[in-house]
């Protein structure tokens, strides 16, 4: 069974920068979307960005002009860079892949992201 697997968080001083990256462990056919969500203790999970296949992208507002997603199909891998974090990125951060083929949903098991000084 294919699983995600994300790696890149940790523990960052607020205006610091971590890169987020999340592989597939096997082969994901015909995927749509890539994105990652964020969840914060007490709060729902949320949408931090998507790319499509066709390379465009969509920001939460509050992640506009910070954090930047990017993909490598061959390696079905998806990347998040995050600058200038704040303390209120701190969350569980988690990868998401959509298959058209399989029309699933697939997740990875989440890294934390600290901002704190």
């Known amino acids: 069974q294919v699983q995600l697997v994300e790696s890149g968080g940790g523990l960052v001083q607020p205006g610091g920068s971590l890169r987020l990256s999340c592989a597939a462990s096997?082969?994901?056919?015909?995927?749509?979307?890539m994105g990652w969500y964020r969840q914060a203790p007490g709060k729902q999970r949320e949408l931090v960005a998507i790319?499509?296949?066709?390379?465009?992208?969509n920001y939460a507002d509050s992640v506009k002009g910070r954090f930047t997603i990017s993909r490598d199909n061959a390696k079905n891998t998806v990347y998040l860079q995050m600058n200038s974090l704040k303390s209120e990125d701190t969350a569980a951060y988690y990868c998401?892949?959509?298959?058209?083929?399989?029309?699933?949903?697939?997740w990875g098991q989440g890294t934390q992201v600290t901002v704190s000084s």
């Open positions: 096997g082969t994901i056919f015909s995927i749509k979307t």
């Open positions: 998401n892949m959509y298959s058209t083929r399989t029309l699933r949903d697939y």
């Open positions: 790319i499509y296949s066709g390379g465009s992208t």
